[in-house]
């Protein structure tokens, strides 16, 4: 019965976590952040195919992050789609303006760039906000950078920038001593 109580009460809150990411503030008040909650049986899958990605890239630490995946209640994955720039001609992205960025040939390694920087901000800022809002019902956490590069290697999403919250209620947080 706890387990179950437990399932309930991640749902909830990753649900919870996916409305602060979508209302945290966003730069020109334009929204390019998305929001996918992962639960259930595909959490095995997504766990496996991190381990096998590491393998084949040779990239070591997806496997660790596999097997939290594999035991945690849900993941909420927070990321940018279709994102615009937005029109400082900053530099910022690494190029001298908006116009000369937006010719840039689109490359995809983990994730697709380059992105405009602000719209980076944009999402830290609505990964800052979930995991706030986790914290704040006392749900274990931790953002992950291979969870998104798994989950675009999978075609679970299209976004061009992805990272993964993964959530557990246990007594000792699964996320940390690992």
């Known amino acids: 019965m706890e387990q179950e109580e437990n399932m309930n009460g991640i749902d909830m809150v990753a649900e919870l976590m996916a409305i602060s990411a979508t209302t945290a503030p966003k730069s020109k008040g334009e929204n390019f952040v998305q929001t996918l909650i992962l639960k259930g049986k595909i959490l095995k899958k997504l766990a496996d195919?991190?381990?096998e990605f590491g393998i084949k890239k040779n990239k070591k630490d997806f496997d660790r992050d596999g097997?939290?995946?594999a035991n945690s209640g849900a993941v909420l994955l927070i990321g940018l789609k279709d994102a615009k720039p937005?029109?400082?001609?900053c530099g910022a992205c690494g190029y001298?303006?908006?116009?000369t960025f937006v010719k840039q040939k689109k490359h995809s390694v983990e994730f697709t760039g380059p992105v405009c920087a602000f719209r980076l901000l944009d999402m830290g800022i609505a990964l800052g906000s979930a995991v706030k809002t986790a914290s704040l019902h006392n749900v274990d956490?931790?953002?992950m950078y291979r969870v998104g590069a798994v989950v675009r290697d999978m075609k679970?999403?299209?976004w061009?920038?992805?990272m993964g919250i993964p959530l557990s209620v246990t007594g000792k947080s699964i996320y940390f001593d690992r």
């Open 141 to 143: 956490n931790r953002i």
């Open 160 to 162: 061009e920038f992805v």
């Open 49 to 51: 195919k991190m381990v």
């Open 86 to 89: 937005l029109g400082l001609n």
């Open 156 to 158: 679970l999403v299209d």
């Open 67 to 69: 097997k939290n995946i």
């Open 96 to 99: 001298p303006d908006c116009k």
